[in-house]
């Protein structure tokens, strides 16, 4: 498979995990909004804050409303992690590659992007957030099933599958986060029921709360922890994403499990390792915040390896379109 | 539906005939067109638009502002043409594309067209179209123009004349492919009942002619699409033919030469790439051998073409027999190499580097339709009666100033065809583009595209200045 192919379905697919990621965010927000008796800002910074992008967020809009903080994550053309500037860019990069993917996944990629773009898309999000950030995610899924569902489990298939796992494990330890910069505000909500519907919180920002109750019941700080980092099986769980990853590295090297042949394998070869052995103790111990920025690091230390191994091209000009156009038509 | 008070207005019509009536092959679709309730049409054209949209067939248009994406309008009443016709219309498009090969081969190898003074050797050697590159090179198989998109135009009197011969890329395919998918959609009863030739095994055909290229050597040859990049206006369509025919798509900086062999930058490091059809122009092609500045190519695959390492698709230098001068010698060309009469009458064509012709053209510029010889798209062309007086002086002064490169035609009273406009039917000016496979035999398209002029009155049919598309049926005997 072509190299530049390979990065381009790689982002595509990021890109689209990150948009879901947002939306879904967005959307246990609001309805977290609802239960606590928090002050709007309180209630919608942290949104911005795990993004890391609150600097930039605080220069151009201010003030944390909730319609701010879902206009900016949302729709904002020139916050390059704004669910539409992740559509536009997961398209574009699926418009690059029609070749490789299927059609179906190309269609429904499009169709997303052109919903975002009416202007009745962003009434809609401010009248009914549940609706609109539902609707995005489903149409994320989708792509998501369709990739499943349509693409032979080809190297394209597994670049594909690598982007989101990536961006997904991160987004997770993101999630886990926010919980981080909702506390501290005010410590002594910890036992109380709102502590609890925090946490819940948490496990529905990464559609976990069913499954997580399967396996717990009872919501525990720990037992969050352990299910959403370390649990081997479910799929957004850090430990899962990583550990799929590496597969999806070792059938495209053709290299086997256990070992590596590439900078990308030992990585997150690495990682998963250090994952298999954790315990969620020395987690709060170490603190989960920094144990989470610690995570995070590794993973964009594996992406970086992933574009190193794979993608590098010898430098090459960009390429932009000049308006005394090099063509020709016929 | 209005059909029923459809007017021809004085032109040749292709579905009515001078009295306005259907002509047999277009009255069952006007049939049904004129049984349907009011709106039934305009919803199914709104329906065909959503698709377009939906499947993202787009061309990208820039300007000095702003760069857009535009779906290529689509107009759901087909044009449609008498298996008769067609197959004057498809012998005579072999013909002329097997004297054109005949005569590129000619034109860089024995010159003995020169020689025997058939064209005029300055008129060939001064054509920027022509390659000094390739003298002494023979294609694989002697073929030059793999693929063409032959313009055809009927005036009014009927006769169907060739326009031009595009040979170097050209475009469109991609349209009929999906124009015919939508219209299958749009109007499945008439498909049931009508017999129209099939078009949908270009791709296959297409594969098949570039796979036929390959080195002989080659046991499995790896075929794939050269195009400049997301940023070109057929963009879509060098994606689609790719995506259609299962190979990769490249662009230059994803090809590298290494000791004369051509290969792709793979996640498994190099793989050699043994046919490549190219959508670049030959003048980007190769920066090593043509323009310098270039940064699409691929800088030594000229050293591996001539080596015979890659097959190129069509074959650099094979501009030199669409340019428009050139094409005034097409029926010579054809009674040269072939001893035939063209089946396919050329539009009487006026060289401006020929003193007695260019002195015509001046003095009727208000009646002709003037066109730089190496260009398309509809650019750099002047249609006299419909320019205003400052815009016929600025080109009489283009032409006194570089003769070699303009020539004129008649204007042609284009031929019409019902179209959908703002939910009513009017008609509308039209050409034909089929496309031509030089394999064994060579394959014409049954069809090809059907571009429409859509503003009222307007000659000019290309994307680029407010064109559009139908589907085009060739109806089975």
């Not at chain 1, 609150?54 to 900016?72: C, D, T």
């Not at chain 1, 099986?233 to 597969?247: D, G, L, M, N, S």
Request: with cysteine.
């Amino acid at each position: 498979m072509l190299s530049r192919v390979a990065f381009t379905t790689y982002w595509m697919s990021r890109f689209m995990e990150r948009a879901e990621n947002v939306a879904r965010f967005i959307n246990v927000n609001h309805h977290l909004a609802l239960d606590l008796p928090l002050d709007e800002e309180t209630q919608w910074g942290p949104l911005v804050t795990v993004t890391g992008d609150w600097e930039e967020f605080r220069r151009r809009y201010g003030y944390a409303s909730q319609e701010n903080v879902i206009q900016f994550l949302t729709f904002d053309p020139d916050y390059p992690n704004s669910i539409y500037s992740c559509i536009r860019q997961a398209r574009e990069n699926a418009r690059t590659v029609r070749e490789a993917i299927s059609s179906e996944l190309w269609e429904v990629l499009n169709q997303l992007y052109l919903d975002l773009q009416e202007t009745a898309a962003q009434e809609r999000a401010i009248a009914s957030p549940h609706d609109f950030f539902e609707e995005v995610r489903r149409e994320c899924s989708l792509f998501t099933g369709l990739a499943v569902n349509t693409m032979t489990r080809n190297e394209a298939w597994h670049f594909i599958r690598l982007g989101q796992l990536l961006e997904r494990a991160d987004k997770t330890s993101r999630m886990l986060d926010v919980k981080y910069f909702l506390l501290l505000p005010e410590p002594n909500y910890v036992g109380t029921p709102y502590d609890s519907i925090q946490w819940s919180a948490v496990l529905k920002s990464t559609s976990a709360l069913e499954m997580y109750r399967l396996s717990y019941q009872r919501i525990s700080p720990t037992d969050v922890v352990q299910f959403l980092v370390l649990n081997p099986e479910f799929p957004r769980a850090i430990r899962y994403c990583v550990a799929h990853a590496e597969t999806c590295l070792h059938k495209i090297s053709g290299s086997q499990p256990g070992s590596y042949c590439n900078p990308a394998e030992q990585a997150l070869g690495r990682l998963r390792a250090q994952l298999d052995f954790a315990d969620t103790r020395e987690m709060f111990e170490h603190g989960l915040h920094e144990y989470l920025d610690d995570l995070q690091l590794k993973l964009n230390r594996a992406g970086d390896s992933v574009y190193d191994t794979f993608f590098a091209l010898p430098a090459v000009e960009p390429l932009v379109p000049s308006h005394s156009s090099q063509f020709q038509y016929q | 539906m209005e059909l029923a008070t459809y007017e021809t207005e004085g032109f040749f019509d292709e579905l009515f005939t001078a009295s306005g009536q259907p002509r047999s092959i277009a009255q069952p679709l006007i049939e049904r067109i004129n049984q349907m309730p009011p709106g039934e049409m305009r919803r199914r054209q709104t329906a065909a638009d959503r698709v377009l949209y939906q499947m993202g067939i787009t061309f990208t248009v820039y300007n000095e502002e702003r760069t857009t994406e535009r779906v290529l309008p689509f107009d759901i009443i087909p044009r449609m043409i008498e298996a008769r016709d067609w197959v004057r219309i498809e012998s005579g498009l072999r013909q002329r594309i097997e004297a054109l090969n005949l005569f590129i081969q000619d034109v860089y190898n024995d010159q003995k067209i020169l020689k025997d003074g058939v064209i005029p050797t300055e008129l060939v050697l001064s054509s920027a179209a022509y390659r000094p590159q390739c003298v002494g090179f023979t294609p694989p198989k002697g073929i030059w123009c793999h693929i063409t998109g032959t313009d055809l135009v009927r005036d009014g009197d009927g006769v169907l004349y060739v326009l031009e011969d595009n040979m170097r890329c050209p475009s469109g395919v991609s349209y009929v492919l999906e124009n015919r998918q939508i219209l299958k959609r749009t109007f499945p009863g008439a498909f049931s009942t009508m017999k129209i030739q099939p078009v949908d095994d270009y791709p296959d055909r297409l594969f098949e002619t570039l796979v036929s290229l390959a080195p002989t050597h080659v046991d499995a040859p790896s075929v794939a699409v050269l195009t400049p990049g997301i940023f070109n206006s057929a963009y879509f369509e060098h994606s689609y033919l790719a995506k259609q025919m299962g190979v990769e798509l490249v662009e230059g900086h994803d090809l590298i030469v290494k000791d004369d062999w051509v290969f792709m930058r793979t996640t498994r490091g190099l793989e050699r790439v043994d046919v490549i059809y190219r959508r670049i122009d030959d003048d980007f092609l190769d920066p090593k051998s043509f323009r310098p500045d270039s940064l699409l190519g691929v800088p030594g695959i000229m050293d591996a073409y001539k080596k015979g390492r890659v097959a190129l698709a069509n074959a650099p230098g094979t501009g030199i027999a669409d340019d428009k001068a050139i094409y005034a010698y097409v029926h010579k060309i054809i009674k040269y190499y072939l001893d035939q009469d063209a089946i396919l009458p050329n539009v009487p064509t006026y060289l401006c580097s020929d003193p007695k012709d260019r002195e015509y053209v001046l003095a009727n510029l208000d009646k002709l339709v003037v066109k730089a010889v190496n260009e398309s798209g509809g650019y750099g062309m002047l249609v006299g009666p419909h320019a205003t007086q400052e815009e016929r002086a600025v080109f009489a002064e283009k032409i006194k100033g570089a003769p070699r490169n303009f020539i004129a035609q008649p204007t042609l009273s284009l031929s019409r065809a019902p179209t959908l406009v703002n939910g009513h039917i009017e008609g509308r000016h039209v050409d034909l583009r089929p496309y031509i496979l030089y394999s064994n035999p060579i394959y014409v398209m049954p069809g090809g595209l059907t571009r429409v002029a859509l503003r009222k009155g307007s000659l000019v049919v290309n994307s680029s200045q407010g064109g559009g598309s139908k589907d085009t049926w060739v109806l089975q005997d």
